[in-house]
T-cell receptor, first 117, second 110 residues
Framework: EAGVAQSPRYKIIEKRQSVAFWCNPISGHATLYWYQQILGQGPKLLIQFQNNGVVDDSQLPKDRFSAERLKGVDSTLKIQPAKLEDSAVYLC???????????????FGNGTRLTVT | DAKTTQPPSMDCAEGRAANLPCNHSTISGNEYVYWYRQIHSQGPQYIIHGLKNNETNEMASLIITEDRKSSTLILPHATLRDTAVYYCIVTGAGSYQLTFGKGTKLSVIP
């Protein structure tokens, strides 16, 4: 099966500019996640979607970050305006909806590396 | 989610078994142990998960102690391609949120 697709792979912007990342999950996966990974740290969850509804966005800095998954498939994550501390890799992941045996594993894309200068 | 403790780094000789430990002393009865790994410049990759029984798949084995307070991920014959950061994560059934720590950086040495 095709994996989680993300684009762009790299992005360099200046602070106060805006940027958007795109994610296409594995076909049939109802749940979609966006994670932020700062260099040297593990990924941190930003937002979780179930189909096109938000399940958890408690760690999303809503003053500058927004995300949508309008048709329950693709998703975009936007940052406006960007700050220097937003430099990180933004990872998208998806999973089947399954309640058996602890849920189904998350499948991650290779991320978008954002550098804010 | 229960917290986990892992050594920051480990070395393993190529061809030998790699045994990666994880402590999760506050794990609850319905929480699972998941292992993921992240190879440089890639997204995390699922390896294996379990509740209380030992588990094995084509990638690795997971050994969970009887009291469930710790576990060990075993890569039976480590190769250079197994060099990665390995994350041990505890999460509840029905909760798909993974809280990543810093993991263990495994270096497989020729």
């Amino acid at each position: 099966e095709a994996g989680v697709a993300q684009s762009p792979r790299y992005k360099i912007i200046e602070k106060r500019q805006s940027v958007a990342f795109w994610c296409n999950p594995i076909s049939g996966h109802a749940t979609l996640y966006w994670y932020q990974q700062i260099l040297g740290q593990g990924p941190k969850l930003l937002i979780q979607f179930q189909n096109n509804g938000v399940v958890d966005d408690s760690q999303l800095p809503k003053d500058r970050f927004s995300a949508e998954r309008l048709k329950g498939v693709d998703s975009t994550l936007k940052i406006q305006p960007a700050k220097l501390e937003d430099s990180a890799v933004y990872l998208c992941a998806s999973s089947l909806e399954s309640w058996d045996r602890g849920g189904s594993p998350l499948h991650f894309g290779n991320g978008t590396r954002l550098t804010v200068t | 989610d229960a917290k986990t403790t892992q050594p920051p780094s480990m070395d393993c000789a190529e061809g030998r078994a790699a045994n990666l430990p994880c402590n999760h002393s506050t794990i609850s009865g319905n929480e699972y142990v998941y292992w993921y790994r992240q190879i440089h410049s890639q997204g995390p990759q699922y390896i294996i998960h379990g509740l209380k029984n030992n588990e094995t798949n084509e990638m690795a084995s997971l050994i969970i102690t009887e009291d469930r307070k710790s576990s060990t991920l075993i890569l039976p014959h480590a190769t250079l391609r197994d060099t990665a950061v390995y994350y041990c994560i505890v999460t509840g059934a029905g909760s798909y949120q993974l809280t990543f720590g810093k993991g263990t950086k495994l270096s497989v040495i020729p």
